[in-house]
């Protein structure tokens, strides 16, 4: 393993926390992805669920009972402003099953390709407004790499290993709250411009003044460029 | 039994992704084919091929690749030579092709340099080098001797530089070959996999 790998490896492992005296659900994160390019501009549409399947409070028992948690329906439009970096605005909307809410993402993305393996660093700010709740304002700092498992590129019909490692500050009021995603992912690349890959996405907040929560989806994506 | 809004949402994705997955199938032929390398054993090395590795004096042993482009296959050694990074290709009967070693610019004579620097000033005025390789060719037994010295220093090559370039605001990466002399005899566009997987 290159001495980059180990210190990225190292890095993202060392900020886990802990399972004890804290509440943890989880379940399943399909989502798709369809990426459009034109003149420039990459338009990026993505439509992503969220669903539960387990629920574990700490003074009760486990439950395994499927709840519905939301829907995310978002489009994103991104540009080239130099070799390696890029910007971009986008929309989403969510439906939690009780109320409709929107969000505005701006993000800042830069992307290198070393010799075996890529590397993005993402830094996005959003707001999300709806009816029943205060407005949620967030900075985001995210690191994303991708390592081929077979050769220095990942080819057609080829495995490759993607781990995401995210910080996301939230503000609502006068609440503050850090949550942090580790997400390692398999993909495979079906076809050139087609890729699925499938994963744990692994969220940990509340931690600073709360209970700690911790969420474990079965992480699903599927990447496809028209 | 699902809510409502999920039942009729899950039935849409299904539907959706029933319809993309039919549309990948059918627009990957139409789609142009890249150069795919993959890592290979030593075991399936051609035996002309290893022979050759055998001889080249290195303090790590070399990674081999197998890289198909269409019909075509050849096999690459690549390791480190004299802090370099190096990579020699052979053909699918293991003869070997070229030698290609990482380099900084500076080390091109300035003569030389200017003249390359000029070409890609043409092309655009925005552009980035990301690598430059020397590239020998010749025949086997010279191309061992070349690997048996300390440096390269007095020796004829062409250079290889993969460069981004942004031409009527879009951005490309080109392979170029120029001649030791710098002039230029080869330029190709490299099709790079997207990163959206790791942007958005």
């Known amino acids: 393993m290159t001495k980059e790998r180990l210190c990225l490896t190292l890095f993202i492992v060392s900020t886990a926390v802990g399972l004890s005296q804290s509440r943890s659900d989880g379940g399943l994160l399909p989502s798709v992805n369809l990426i459009h390019k034109s003149k420039g501009y990459a338009y990026n549409f993505r439509i992503e669920s969220r669903q539960f399947v387990f629920n574990d409070p700490p003074s009760e028992r486990s439950t395994f009972t499927y709840d519905y948690g939301l829907t995310d329906i978002s489009g994103l439009v991104s540009k080239k402003v130099d070799f390696d970096k890029a910007v971009a605005l986008g929309y989403l909307f969510r439906w939690n099953g009780n109320a409709i809410e929107h969000r505005f993402i701006q993000q800042f993305i830069v992307t290198r390709k070393y010799t075996d393996f890529k590397l993005a660093h993402r830094i996005t700010t959003d707001q999300t407004f709806s009816q029943i709740e205060a407005p949620i304002y967030r900075l985001r700092y995210r690191v994303a790499t991708e390592f081929p498992l077979s050769g220095d590129n990942v080819d057609v019909n080829e495995f490759y290993f993607k781990l995401n490692h995210e910080y996301l500050n939230a503000v609502q009021g006068s609440q503050y709250d850090l949550e942090i995603r580790i997400l390692p992912f398999i993909g495979y690349e079906i076809a050139a411009g087609s890729n699925i890959e499938i994963g744990i996405d692994y969220r940990v907040n509340s931690f600073l003044a709360k209970e700690t929560e911790h969420r474990f989806f079965l992480g699903i994506n599927w990447f496809k460029v028209l | ?200």
């Not at chain 2, 380099?103 to 390359?116: D, G, L, T």
Request: proline residues 3%; charged residues 25%.
């Open chain 2, 1 to 200: 039994m699902l809510p409502p809004f999920l039942s009729s949402l899950s039935k849409t994705l299904l539907g959706t992704l029933a319809v993309l997955l039919y549309l990948n199938s059918s627009l990957s032929y139409a789609q142009e084919k890249q150069e795919q390398e993959f890592r290979i054993d030593d075991s399936e090395v051609p035996q002309a091929a290893s022979s050759f590795i055998a001889q080249v004096p290195v303090k790590k042993s070399f990674r081999w690749y197998k890289e198909k482009n269409g019909a075509l296959v050849t096999f690459e050694a690549k390791g480190r030579w004299n802090r370099h990074e190096i990579s020699i290709e052979f053909d699918d009967a293991g003869v070997i092709e070229d030698i290609e070693i990482t380099q900084k610019m500076r080390s091109i004579p300035q003569a030389v340099r200017e003249r390359i620097t000029a070409v890609l000033k043409e092309e655009s005025s925005r552009y980035r080098i990301k690598k430059m390789r020397y590239q020998f060719v010749g025949k086997p037994e010279v191309l061992l001797a070349l690997l048996m010295r300390d440096s390269l220093e007095q020796l004829s090559s062409n250079y290889e530089l993969v460069v981004q370039v942004k031409v009527d605001n879009a951005y490309h990466i080109y392979e170029y070959l120029f001649d030791n002399s710098g002039k230029l005899t080869q330029r190709l566009e490299v099709m790079e996999r997207n990163s959206f997987n790791i942007q958005f």
